[in-house]
């Protein structure tokens, strides 16, 4: 099926280890995302890649880096987690925000 | 800082009635409004997007945009249970073609 394919959907981390979310779009969407959502806070940008090749900050970039790969796939990676960073993640496409189905992550 | 305010909710209405959705943003140089859907655990989807001051329907749905006042609202007629969810207000960032900026969002209940 078309869409937006994030992995993992579930992961804990302990503070200061590092992890990397995948995701990949089959839409050849050229802009792509990585939002995180809190509670009553909405969704936040952390970075955005308009396309292949470039990549952004967005309001909370802080503690985060990305890859854009290819055009398909967009990495996020979280050098040294911490708990402020528990949340969860979805990763979007395309102008109009086709977004996957979310990575939860805690951070102990 | 550009804002969009959404009440939190909850807005409750009954079955079959109309629920009234508002969003206020602060960004004139917002151009175009994203609706989105969000069930409880799951992802965002978009409902209705408008670009032009004035009404943009689509099946039960009806977006209102009056940039003058910086006010968009999301109209859904004979509302269903099925429709239960927050629903996001997205205005296009005035200064980018590529991000939006998205409110808290309102939860909506339809009460059977």
């Known amino acids: 099926n078309a869409g937006v394919t994030q992995t993992p959907k579930f992961q804990v981390l302990k503070t200061g280890q590092s992890m990397t979310l995948q995701c990949a779009q089959d839409m050849n969407h050229n802009s792509m995302y990585w939002y995180r959502q809190d509670p009553g806070m909405g969704l936040r940008l952390i970075y955005y890649s308009a396309s292949e090749g470039t990549t952004d900050k967005g309001e909370v970039p802080n503690g985060y880096n990305v890859s854009r790969l290819n055009k398909r796939e967009f990495s996020l990676r979280l050098e040294s987690a911490a708990p402020s960073q528990t949340s969860v993640y979805f990763c979007?496409?395309?102008?109009?925000?086709?977004f996957g189905e979310g990575s939860r992550l805690t951070v102990l | 800082q550009k804002e969009v305010e959404q009440n939190s909710g909850p807005l409750s209405v009954p079955e079959g009635a109309i629920a009234s959705l508002n969003c206020t943003y602060s960004?004139?140089?917002?151009?175009?409004f994203f609706w989105y859907r969000q069930y409880s655990g799951k992802s965002p989807e978009l409902i209705m997007f408008i670009y032009s001051n004035g009404d943009k329907e689509d099946g039960r749905f009806t977006a209102q945009l009056n940039k003058a006042s910086q006010y968009v609202s999301l109209l859904i007629r004979d509302s269903q249970p099925s429709d239960s969810a927050t629903y996001l207000c997205?205005?296009?960032?005035?200064?980018?073609?590529?991000?939006?900026?998205f409110g808290s969002g309102t939860r909506l209940l339809v009460r059977p």
């Open positions: 979007a496409s395309g102008p109009r925000l086709f």
């Open positions: 997205a205005p296009l960032d005035g200064d980018s073609s590529y991000k939006l900026i």
């Open positions: 960004d004139r140089g917002s151009q175009s």
